[in-house]
């Protein structure tokens, strides 16, 4: 183990990694997301076919989640249980936006289709760079 001298951090500064940039990123554009869904509720119906429930509960569940993953990013440690988390819940929420596309449970337009599958892409790319922060922030010395 080789150590710069000369470096110090201050105490309490839980620095930047992968893991932390790309969980911060996703806290911040999930909070966007969310009130944009909120906020443009009524007028998603007509052009995307998205019903005013589903965006209310999509917009609701995006802000309560928003925070948590700001917590977790924040954290002097990042603890394994938490990091292996973020990436797994984000990998469901793309599948199952996936399965709500190609299954045609929601009245989508082709405008909305895009657009969910859109939202699949960037959910499945956070879950996939969150993957690989979380191997990297956790690899022991064997795995080096």
């Not at 009130?35 to 007509?46: F, K, N, P, T, V």
């Not at 895009?114 to 064997?142: K, N, P």
Request: hydrophobic share 55%.
């Amino acid at each position: 183990m080789s150590t710069v001298s000369g470096t110090t951090r201050p105490t309490g500064f839980p620095g930047f990694s992968l893991f932390r940039i790309v969980v911060l990123s996703d806290a911040c554009s999930t909070a966007v997301f969310g009130l944009s869904l909120l906020g443009g509720a009524l007028w998603a119906d007509e052009p995307l076919g998205l019903p005013t429930a589903w965006a209310v509960s999509f917009g609701a569940l995006m802000l309560v989640g928003a925070p948590v993953l700001a917590v977790i990013g924040t954290r002097p440690r990042i603890v394994p249980a938490l990091s292996a988390t973020t990436w797994l819940l984000n990998g469901l929420c793309a599948l199952g936006l996936l399965v709500l596309v190609v299954t045609g449970t929601m009245p989508l337009t082709t405008v909305g289709k895009v657009v969910m599958l859109a939202g699949v892409a960037v959910v499945a790319s956070f879950a996939s760079m969150q993957y690989v922060g979380h191997r990297l922030e956790h690899r022991t010395a064997r795995d080096a």
